[in-house]
């Protein structure tokens, strides 16, 4: 199903503890996807990004059921966004679900279609902003996901009563055990049936006091995403995920637009800005996530928003924050160690 917003994907906050919960480095898996590491510091990804990431890491497991079954089941409460916390609170599994169903509008490119019919609730998963199916462990673990949603919110060892992949999914015989139900693949669509009864089971997680902070706060957001996002912002997003390759000129950034460089430039001059600041302010910006990282060294980081050459780095950003990256980044080290020393 495509949709009219832009193709602005967000990695959930806790999929990269998850893996290094599984001993997978976020290094290793943006590596292996051929992507540039700003995807690790800026979770704001493509749907094409998004699907060479869980490719990647469906190679790295080796098997697309043990990736699954994995990850679903490693990925602890505490992690959950608020967009998943919501449903974990929600007062009963259906509750559960409906939230999902509209809350996953703000997070990746699936979408879920709930059906209820006689005694079962059929679950089918939609594709937003692309026309490519997703990958086969990125489809399991969405499904997986939401039967662990409803036993953990219900305290209870849930099972489905059938399973179906349009793909093939490794060990068929392990997801079978972790289902509790049969798997059919090769399927025409991707869907997951439960018992409806089930439906009707309240949730020990339930919470109502925080229900009433996170949705007005989760629904606010959504309308907000659902509008278009501002020219600037689109321009910045794209040009910090092509800073490294030097492809973050005006033609380049148009093109992706859609639209030409004389439009663009138009548009930017109509909300008070032009490329070239908004270029500056991509750079400055993505420094200060890197310099946040201690394991990429002051060259890496220069090249990564698309400095060839260190020095000009140095110069740049003297300009911006009156120092050296060196000792800024020595500043920020003293400043969370201060705050640690206080907490303990």
């Not at 997801?175 to 439960?194: K, S, V």
């Not at 380049?252 to 639209?259: D, K, N, P, T």
């Not at 490329?275 to 910006?285: C, G, I, M, P, Y």
């Not at 890197?290 to 003297?318: H, M, T, W």
Request: hydrophobic share 35%; charged share 25%; aromatic share 8%.
């Amino acid at each position: 199903m495509k949709s009219t917003t832009s193709d602005r994907v967000k990695i959930p906050p806790g999929f990269w503890e998850g893996l290094r919960q599984l001993g997978i480095t976020s290094h290793d898996v943006v590596r292996s996807a051929g992507l540039p590491l700003t995807v690790i510091t800026d979770p704001i990804v493509t749907s094409a990004q998004y699907f060479a990431i869980w490719h990647a890491y469906s190679d790295l497991m080796g098997d697309t059921a043990k990736g699954i079954i994995e990850l679903a089941t490693v990925f602890e409460t505490a992690q959950y966004p608020p967009t998943v916390l919501a449903p974990y609170h929600a007062r009963d599994f259906r509750d559960a679900l409906q939230r999902m169903s509209r809350y996953k509008q703000m997070c990746p490119p699936e979408g879920l279609r709930i059906i209820e019919e006689d005694e079962y609730c059929l679950i089918e998963l939609e594709w937003r902003h692309t026309e490519q199916s997703g990958p086969p462990v990125l489809v399991g673990i969405t499904l997986a996901c939401l039967l662990e949603l409803g036993r953990r919110g219900t305290g209870q060892p849930l099972t489905a009563q059938l399973v179906e992949f349009s793909n093939d999914m490794g060990d068929v015989e392990a997801l079978e055990a972790y289902f509790g139900c049969p798997i059919r693949t090769g399927a025409a669509c991707n869907r997951l049936t439960l018992h409806r009864r089930d439906l009707d089971i309240p949730f020990a997680s339930y919470n109502e006091e925080l229900l009433e902070i996170l949705t007005p706060v989760l629904d606010r957001t959504l309308d907000e995403q659902q509008r278009s996002c501002s020219i600037t912002e689109r321009v910045k997003w794209i040009m910090k995920r092509n800073l490294t390759g030097g492809r973050a000129d005006v033609q380049a950034v148009a093109r992706e637009l859609g639209v030409s460089d004389r439009t663009l430039q138009r548009r930017l001059m109509e909300a008070n800005t032009n490329f070239k600041h908004l270029l500056v302010q991509a750079r400055h910006e993505s420094a200060l996530e890197y310099l946040k990282d201690p394991s990429l060294d002051i060259k890496e980081v220069a090249f990564l928003i698309g400095y060839e050459d260190q020095n000009s780095f140095y110069r740049a950003f003297r300009n911006w924050e009156g120092e050296t990256p060196s000792s800024w980044r020595v500043k920020q080290e003293d400043w969370r160690h201060a705050l640690v020393t206080e907490s303990s």
